[in-house]
């Protein structure tokens, strides 16, 4: 694997990937509001090698090895502006054949990077993403700020964020409990969305509700698959990577 700071729009962004300038494809994979490359794992390794797909990771700004955040003030439009600048990455990379593996908000950028830049996206895994806001969701913010403040969740993450944990647990936090976030809502995206699709998630997430799959799943204008998996929270490919694994190998080798 090959790593870097890259700049995108003036933006410091760590980047790690193994053959990118070949003709195969290029899994592109997105982490969540509190992810890093490094929280991934072993999983885009092994995914890489049963597949024969290239791999980019990189972390977002303000995550991991990447610059920090000017504020902690984020617009609601945050993720389409994140799938902005994903494509701009791309485009730097010269990458015009990505399959994006994003969760939870790394879902919703993926899905909102295709149906916005399709000429550059193959396919897309979205794990445990959101289409609009839920009360559950919003509960289950509430729950992660209260063991932020009472556990040692703000020393754990600082071994992957280092001085940034305070901003970017306050930037998600504030941002999704904020009144005008509510209403964030991107179904209106859904139909320009035409590669296949695979969306993955755990059947007691404490992020969201099923209604989030169906939802997407019957918007999309491309083929879709669901996979919802019993007894399994919001991050599945940490909970089973082994089924995680298996079912995204078998998408892939359709598409």
Same mark, same amino acid.
């Given at each position: 694997?090959?790593?870097?700071?890259?700049?995108?729009?003036?933006?410091?962004?760590?980047?790690?990937?193994? $053959?990118?300038?070949?003709?195969?494809?290029?899994?592109?994979?997105?982490?969540?509001?509190?992810?890093?490359?490094?929280?991934?794992?072993?999983?885009?390794? !092994?995914?890489?090698?049963?597949?024969?797909?290239?791999?980019?990771?990189?972390?977002?700004?303000?995550?991991? &090895?990447?610059?920090?955040?000017?504020?902690?003030?984020?617009?609601? $439009?945050?993720?389409?502006?994140?799938?902005?600048?994903?494509?701009?990455?791309?485009?730097? +990379?010269?990458?015009? $054949?990505?399959?994006?593996?994003?969760?939870?908000?790394?879902?919703?950028?993926?899905?909102?990077?295709?149906?916005?830049?399709?000429?550059?996206?193959?396919?897309?895994?979205?794990?445990?993403?959101?289409?609009?806001?839920?009360?559950?969701?919003? &509960?289950?913010?509430?729950?992660?700020?209260?063991?932020?403040?009472?556990?040692?969740?703000?020393?754990?993450?600082? !071994?992957?964020?280092?001085?940034?944990?305070?901003?970017?647990?306050?930037?998600?936090?504030?941002?999704?409990?904020?009144?005008?976030?509510?209403?964030? $809502?991107?179904?209106?995206?859904? &139909?320009?969305?035409?590669?296949?699709? +695979?969306?993955?998630?755990?059947?007691?997430?404490?992020?969201?509700?099923?209604?989030?799959?169906?939802?997407?799943?019957?918007?999309?204008?491309? &083929?879709?698959?669901?996979?919802?998996?019993?007894?399994?929270?919001?991050?599945?490919? !940490?909970?089973?990577?082994?089924?995680?694994?298996?079912?995204?190998?078998?998408?892939?080798? !359709?598409?």
């Amino acid at each position: 694997m090959e790593e870097r700071i890259i700049e995108v729009r003036g933006q410091k962004l760590y980047i790690t990937h193994n $053959n990118i300038t070949g003709e195969k494809s290029v899994i592109v994979f997105l982490h969540d509001s509190l992810g890093c490359v490094q929280l991934w794992r072993d999983l885009p390794a !092994k995914l890489s090698e049963i597949t024969g797909c290239s791999i980019l990771m990189y972390d977002r700004l303000g995550y991991g &090895k990447s610059g920090p955040m000017p504020t902690h003030e984020r617009p609601v $439009n945050y993720m389409e502006l994140e799938a902005d600048l994903l494509n701009d990455l791309l485009t730097e +990379l010269n990458i015009n $054949n990505a399959i994006l593996f994003g969760h939870s908000d790394g879902g919703t950028i993926a899905l909102i990077t295709a149906a916005k830049y399709p000429e550059r996206i193959k396919g897309i895994i979205c794990e445990a993403g959101h289409i609009f806001v839920e009360e559950v969701t919003l &509960k289950g913010v509430y729950e992660a700020w209260n063991a932020y403040k009472t556990t040692n969740l703000a020393e754990r993450l600082a !071994k992957y964020h280092g001085e940034k944990v305070e901003m970017l647990f306050r930037t998600w936090t504030e941002t999704w409990t904020r009144e005008d976030y509510r209403n964030w $809502n991107i179904e209106y995206l859904l &139909k320009d969305i035409h590669c296949p699709l +695979l969306f993955i998630q755990g059947e007691t997430d404490e992020y969201g509700t099923l209604s989030q799959v169906e939802k997407t799943v019957s918007q999309v204008s491309g &083929k879709a698959e669901k996979y919802i998996i019993p007894g399994i929270g919001h991050t599945p490919h !940490k909970e089973v990577p082994e089924l995680v694994l298996t079912r995204v190998s078998e998408f892939l080798e !359709k598409i």
